[in-house]
């Protein structure tokens, strides 16, 4: 699982989480208050593009991917290490089909040791072995399937419609999806329904909810200014974990009912320093975006306000303020709603060193932020810290808790050529725990091979230890 910024660092909208647990590879964030917001971004490449491209342009006629082996129930499929295949048929130039077929190599491998077991003390022949071998491969319970159907309806409009299907069977464990793009000059809005929806929550726990439908109007992405999110989201049906068939209690934000959800924030950023040496004129950056050796500082300031009528308004009563987060909310039993509003903050220091032209160590980046994404309880945790000071006493450990920020490091090296190395991590602050404040978490490592012909691009091998995940990606525009 990895978080998803395209463009510069990012926005503080980027939520979108790649996953190789569906076909589709990709999971929305649980929706908190006041962020994640649990939205979409417009178009991205789809994941039978990926693969294609992998197919055409990189010689790779087999694409990996591992995610954990979890019970053969419900959505979705069993894990492990799989191949993925993709068929793609362009009807026209507005008009493309494509089928990507997954093939469950952990589980063919195992289900052939089992058969040595069985089989052990008998003789066997070649024809014997691959007679068992030609039997497994006709397992329908090894494949899983994937129709996806992309439209171009003008210059502005896409639409997307996608069937994925499990175990090859049509009638077990489907998931569906249709998503509608529009390009305004100057925003994206996107309609998207899931049947079911994916979503994934800050334990890294994946929710299969039965219907998930969602209307979002999103600003474009600048370097600096305002911009604003509105979306309108509802789910049905009772939201369980992927793959399993245990009763656990959902995140309240996936229940059923209707929320709207509104967001601002203005960004502005500065340069501390700027590289002035001159690039080698006799080759092209391997990425434009990483060409630029620089330190520079970025913040972001805005505000989220939450309508919620349903099953899902009362996370908008209780659920953060059982951790003291704060945050103004309203909730209504009788008409069974409520309200949330809270401001959120973010600070960044990237600094990089190297033009990323050079064969050899010529790209060195560091990236922090800090992110409060509860304001009102950092600025009470703040005052009362400034308070406590200014009469002389000892500040308590709840008000430090309150103004630590979420803290997340990357650091990124070139190899060789377009290769680099990329580890980033989260840090977490729990003040309370004197024997182990400070934790790193959802450490991810990565290797990236840079694209050059496309100015920016990568593809992405990416592992997740705590999640127990591997994938290969491509994407755009990402830094």
């Known amino acids: 699982m990895n978080r998803l910024r395209w463009v510069g660092e990012g926005d503080i909208w980027d939520l979108d989480m790649s996953t190789p647990a569906t076909l589709e590879g990709i999971a929305r964030a649980v929706p908190d208050d006041p962020l994640p917001l649990g939205l979409s971004r417009g178009t991205r490449l789809s994941r039978p593009k990926q693969v ?11 694409i ?9 129930t419900g959505y979705g499929g069993s894990g492990g290490f799989s191949l993925q295949r993709v068929l ?12 990507l077929g997954q093939f469950d190599v952990q589980r063919f491998v195992s289900e052939i040791e089992k058969t ?36 171009l309806l003008s210059p502005d409009d896409t639409l997307l419609l996608s069937y ?35 979503f994934v929550d800050k334990h890294g726990e994946y929710w299969d909810v039965p219907l998930s439908m969602a209307i ?49 924030s203005y960004r502005t950023n500065m340069d501390l320093w700027r590289g002035t040496t001159p690039k080698l004129e ?18 972001i300031i805005g505000s989220v306000m939450t309508a919620a009528f349903g099953e899902n308004s009362i996370r908008s009563k209780s659920e953060n303020d059982s951790e003291g987060v704060g945050g103004f909310s309203l909730h209504f039993p009788s008409v069974n709603s409520g309200f949330m509003a809270d401001a959120l903050g973010r600070a960044s220091l990237t600094a990089q ?62 190899i060789v050529g377009p290769f680099s190395f990329k580890v980033e991590s989260g840090i977490q602050i729990d003040l309370k725990n004197g024997a182990n404040p400070v934790t790193v978490d959802k450490t991810v490592f990565a290797i990236e091979y840079a694209l050059q012909v496309l100015l920016s691009a990568k593809a992405v091998a990416w592992y997740s230890p705590k999640q127990k995940e591997f994938m290969v990606e491509l994407r755009f525009f990402e830094t």
């Open 64 to 72: 990996p991917s591992f995610s954990p082996i979890r019970p053969n």
């Open 282 to 299: 006799t080759c092209k950056p391997y990425d434009v975006f990483l060409s630029s050796p620089h330190v520079a500082v970025s913040g």
């Open 353 to 414: 060193y190297g033009n990323f032209q050079k064969t050899f160590f010529d790209l060195t980046r560091f990236h922090a932020r800090l992110d409060y994404p509860h304001g009102l309880r950092f600025l009470t945790g703040a005052t009362s810290v400034a308070q406590d000071l200014l009469n002389s006493r000892q500040p308590s450990l709840e008000a430090f808790q309150k103004i630590c920020p979420e803290v997340l490091v990357s650091l990124q090296q070139q």
């Open 116 to 151: 040595k077991t069985f089989g052990r003390g008998s003789s066997s022949t070649v024809a014997s072995r691959l007679n068992t071998i030609g039997k497994h491969l006709k397992d329908k319970s090894l494949y899983a399937l994937g129709f996806c159907s992309e439209f």
């Open 164 to 198: 994925d299907t499990y175990k090859c069977d049509l009638e077990k464990n489907p998931r569906a999806k249709a998503i509608f793009n529009h390009e305004f000059p100057l925003h994206n809005l996107t309609a998207e329904a899931a049947w079911p929806g994916l």
């Open 216 to 264: 979002d109007l999103a600003s474009l992405p600048a370097e600096s200014g305002p911009s604003y999110h509105f979306c309108l989201h509802h789910n049905s049906g009772a939201p369980k974990k992927l793959n399993s068939d245990t009763m656990e209690v959902p995140p309240p934000s996936l229940l059923t009912g209707l929320s709207l959800k509104s967001a601002v």
């Open 52 to 62: 294609d491209f992998f197919h055409r342009f990189m010689t790779s006629p087999l």
């Open 88 to 99: 793609t048929l362009p009807f026209s130039n507005n008009w493309l089909v494509s089928l």
